[in-house]
């Protein structure tokens, strides 16, 4: 990624819905267009995350995977 992140969360360890609420929260507190980079061990984030950012309008910038961890750049609306 080549813009530094407004924001990174961190939800390692955390269970649905504990790492979408924080993430609702971590979005208010950045202005339109900048970047959150989160970071999730919770499986069911692969589905809820791209569902949280198109319902609210937020671009999905990059979703990846490593082991058993979940990374997603998300570009608030």
Known sequence: MKNQPAKI??????????PL???HNAVRDIASGEIIYVIATDPSTT?????????LGHRLVSQEQEEEKYFYWIEKA
């Open 47 to 55: 589905r809820d995350i791209p569902k949280f950012c198109t319902f």
């Open 9 to 18: 969360l961190d939800t390692t360890g955390l269970l649905c819905p504990e």
């Open 21 to 23: 609420m924080l993430l």
